[in-house]
């Protein structure tokens, strides 16, 4: 979406290796968290990757774009036994990327025993320039949303589960060591973005956990939840143990957008203004200083 608020729809398509021709892309495309890369030694190209839970695997899609057109070529989907609960992906180039695994367990049960009891069993996986994956860092609670510094020095992961933002410094080999964090009380964090202008953090998340949980359990059906939200801006501080400065941005009572699990930043000719997004709705949220567009 630009800053006119024209929306462009992008066609998935493929390359037929038989006839050489780009086609319709053939295969499941079931989305989750996404990323998009983009290469300042190639300006007129991105670089998209989907968590991608398709039937026969979860794996990670990777298209690329050029901007301009309206395709998305699909590149390949990586798959591994380590990427057995990916929920989010942070680009690191046009062919690696970290994911989160947010939970180890895989039956209902044990999954809903895991979140409540926020037992730190989700990790990092890391996917290399070799085409291997290796476990960046474990010992998470609910790893959820993942993003980077605009250096790509620096991740930042939501631990939904303790609740808490964590901030990570990548090894050369694809390591994750934590450097510092910052714990919420009464805010549970969902997914993270970077304002690469400030590099200041936007965590979107919820303030009635139960709630949240009745809406995704009902919303198929009807429900009359409305799981309150809101967003928070952190500031890192001169040292990372020292985590960061917090800031309330936006809250509401669950009206505005219910289950609100995304923000981000978007300048509209100089006014900076807040997007919206839910995993649960078909439409976005656009706010602005104390105001709803």
């Not at 301009?68 to 690696?96: C, E, F, I």
Request: charged share 20%.
């Amino acid at each position: 979406m630009d800053e006119n608020n024209n929306i462009l729809a992008l066609q998935l398509v493929e390359l037929d290796r038989e006839s050489n021709k780009v086609v319709p892309f053939t295969h499941e495309f079931r989305v989750h968290g996404f990323d998009i890369y983009w290469d300042s030694l190639d300006p007129t190209e991105l670089t998209f990757m989907f968590v991608n839970h398709q039937r026969t695997g979860d794996g990670i899609s990777i298209f690329r774009h050029k901007i301009g057109t309206k395709y998305l070529q699909h590149v390949k989907t990586v798959k591994s036994p380590l990427l057995y609960a990916p929920n989010d992906v942070v680009a690191m180039s046009r062919s690696t990327f970290y994911a989160t695994n947010d939970m180890r367990s895989t039956s209902r049960i044990m999954r809903q025993i895991e979140i409540f009891f926020g037992m730190a069993w989700g990790h990092i996986v890391y996917y290399g320039h070799e085409g291997m994956f290796t476990t960046a860092a474990a010992g998470i609670s609910y790893p959820n949303g993942i993003a980077r510094s605009a250096d790509g020095n620096t991740i930042y992961v939501a631990a939904s589960s303790e609740p808490s933002v964590n901030m990570f410094r990548p090894a050369s080999d694809g390591t994750l060591a934590l450097v510092g964090k910052t714990v919420f009380k009464d805010f549970v964090p969902d997914n993270v973005s970077v304002d690469t202008a400030t590099g200041q953090v936007l965590v979107s998340g919820f303030l009635n956990t139960f709630e949240m949980f009745r809406y995704n359990h009902e919303v198929l059906s009807g429900t009359s939840a409305r799981p309150a939200a809101a967003v928070r801006r952190l500031r890192p501080l001169a040292y990372p143990r020292m985590g960061f400065a917090v800031e309330n941005v936006l809250s509401h009572d669950g009206t505005l957008l219910p289950a609100t699990t995304m923000a981000t930043l978007q300048i509209k000719r100089g006014v900076q203004r807040i997007l919206l997004g839910s995993v649960m709705a078909d439409h976005i949220a656009i706010c602005r200083a104390g105001s709803r567009i």
